[in-house]
């Protein structure tokens, strides 16, 4: 079955330094690996993707996540946060030979960037 | 939030009452979703259309009945079935008819629906 785990609840990161938000799926065949932020009572807006291709996969706002085949990982991350990157971040999985349609999301990790 | 409106952002009802979620999206998207979000638990999807007049039971699908008679419109209506109604939903888009394809898509969500029932 597909999963994504998201082991940290909370990550507490001071501005300027880097971060790194973890997640690790599990899935059959080849994943495709999305992240979303949420902002409080808001919808979740997509960071970026992996699909094929370069390991090293930018996004929005300046966050990358590297896809990692051996450790099954996709972890994101900043080289400099910002206190307005404060927020619930999500990685999401689909595995196209069990249902395009459907999209496995972790439960979810809220980054802290305290100033 | 990228073109998908929900209304209204707040809603209270009185168990035993039906309720209908409105979303609409401009996009020009496909395949439509519902999520439920509940702290900790990530977002669970209720249910998904990939076609105009066709839709599909996601992982928690009891309880909640959607329609889509048009590709812009997925309104979900949760029922007196449902046992545990209060929470945050969001509805979603992608572009993506064929099954192949819409994997490789990101979905544009909308601003959300908070549930009360009491």
């Known amino acids: 079955a597909q999963s994504v785990a998201q082991p940290e609840d909370q990550v507490n990161v001071a501005e300027g330094n880097p971060l790194t938000v973890k997640c690790t799926y599990s899935v059959s065949g080849n994943p495709y690996l999305f992240w979303y932020v949420q902002y409080p009572n808001r919808g979740l807006q997509f960071l970026l993707k992996y699909i094929t291709g370069d390991n090293l996969v930018k996004g929005s706002y300046g966050f990358e996540a590297e896809f990692n085949k051996s450790q099954t990982s996709f972890h994101l991350k900043k080289p400099s946060a910002l206190v307005s990157d404060s927020a619930l971040y999500f990685c999401?999985?689909?595995?196209?030979?069990?249902?395009?349609?459907?999209?496995?999301f972790g439960a979810g990790t809220r980054l802290f960037v305290k100033a | 939030d990228g073109g998908i409106t929900q209304s209204p952002k707040y809603l209270f009802r009185k168990e035993g009452q039906n309720v209908t979620l409105s979303c609409e999206q401009n996009?020009?998207?496909?395949?439509m979703y519902w999520y439920r979000q509940d702290p900790g638990q990530g977002l669970r999807l209720i249910y998904y259309s990939q076609i105009v007049n066709d839709f599909q039971k996601g992982d928690i699908a009891e309880g909640y009945s959607v329609s889509r008679e048009k590709k812009e419109s997925f309104p979900l209506t949760v029922t007196s079935a449902q046992k545990n109604p209060t929470a945050f939903y969001l509805c979603?888009?992608?572009?993506?008819?064929?099954?192949?394809?819409?994997?490789?898509?990101?979905?544009?969500f909308g601003p959300g629906t908070r549930l009360t029932v009491t």
């Open positions: 999401a999985v689909r595995a196209p030979n069990t249902g395009g349609f459907k999209t496995i």
């Open positions: 979603a888009s992608s572009i993506g008819r064929s099954l192949g394809l819409a994997s490789i898509y990101e979905q544009y």
């Open positions: 996009l020009n998207h496909d395949a």
